[in-house]
């Protein structure tokens, strides 16, 4: 059976894995999502975690993404280096059976002394342009753990910065003198603007930080809202990079619906209109993109 009759394709990260059954036609007949991300599985125990996808979903043919090509991964699959297009990511697939089991690189980037790497955003970037849910031209902000600002240009990347705003809002929740005051879910309400207003404003974050936990003790802020306020205060600083990387290129967010609402509060603080895309359906155009590529 060929790619072009159906295929698995699978978002494999760092702590998870996602995989979609996809048929002949571009529909989605099944998937499913498991903790077995790259650091889970033994540098030697790739080969049984594929079978295990393939035994779940089928045996067909299939395509990684994500940190599956890193250096922690399965195989490495080096990076192409920006700006690179659809067509240069699939002509530089890995793969680690041929013809069967490939794997999409990541993306680099060196533009103005500015060094920076992606895996498994690109591929759904270069998906939503394929399925126009987003513009040829634009800029992406695409939150998660690490979040990334991706130029856009005549269906291209042409540059991206990576924030860790995502890591570094889990480290202050389990670690440090405010973690006893940020238990539960961020909500988009006023602590979590005001947060984001300070962050516009190009705050030392380190001083920030410290004093959300005087504005506790002193009153200033309630304990049940100092999560919402810190999440705030570091998109504040993210949108804050990310608005200086896109002219007047349409802001499209990229990714869980959840996230995606938080950053789009984030800027309408900041004055700029934005609107979301599901990342998962963007990988899966992404993926069946370069399927449909691969002879």
């Known amino acids: 059976m060929g790619w072009k009759d159906g295929f698995i394709a699978v978002d494999w990260g760092t702590t998870n894995r996602r995989a979609y059954l996809l048929d002949g036609s571009g529909r989605c007949l099944e998937e499913f999502e498991d903790p077995k991300g790259v650091l889970a599985i033994a540098t030697a125990g790739f080969p049984a975690a594929a079978a295990e996808i393939r035994n779940r979903l089928g045996d067909l043919p299939m395509l990684l993404a994500g940190m599956v090509g890193s250096t922690r991964g399965w195989v490495e699959a080096p990076y192409v280096p920006c700006p690179a297009s659809m067509e240069e990511l699939t002509q530089r697939l890995c793969w680690v059976e041929p013809g069967r089991t490939a794997i999409v690189p990541g993306l680099s980037s060196t533009a103005g002394g500015n060094w920076d790497v992606m895996r ?18 634009a800029i992406v902000c695409h939150p998660g753990t690490h979040n990334k600002w991706i130029v856009v240009v005549d269906g291209s990347i042409t540059d991206f910065q990576t924030v860790m705003t995502g890591e570094m809002f889990s480290l202050l929740k389990s670690h440090g003198i405010l973690s006893e005051f940020m238990s539960g879910p961020v909500a988009a309400g006023e602590p979590f603007r005001e947060g984001v207003r300070r962050g516009l404003e190009r705050s030392v974050l380190t001083a920030e930080l410290f004093s959300v936990r ?58 700029r209109a934005s609107r979301s895309v599901e990342g998962a359906d963007a990988f899966i155009a992404g993926a069946l993109a370069i399927g449909s590529r691969i002879e």
């Open 120 to 137: 498994g955003e690109e591929i759904q970037l270069f998906g939503a342009i394929a399925a126009s849910l987003i513009p040829r031209s």
């Open 214 to 271: 005087a504005r506790v003790l002193l009153g200033s802020l309630k304990r049940d809202d100092a999560a919402d306020f810190v999440s705030g205060l570091l998109i504040g600083l993210d949108i804050g990079v990310g608005l200086g990387l896109a002219g007047e290129a349409e802001l499209i967010i990229m990714g869980r619906p959840d996230l995606a609402r938080l950053y789009e509060v984030a800027a309408a603080e900041a004055g």
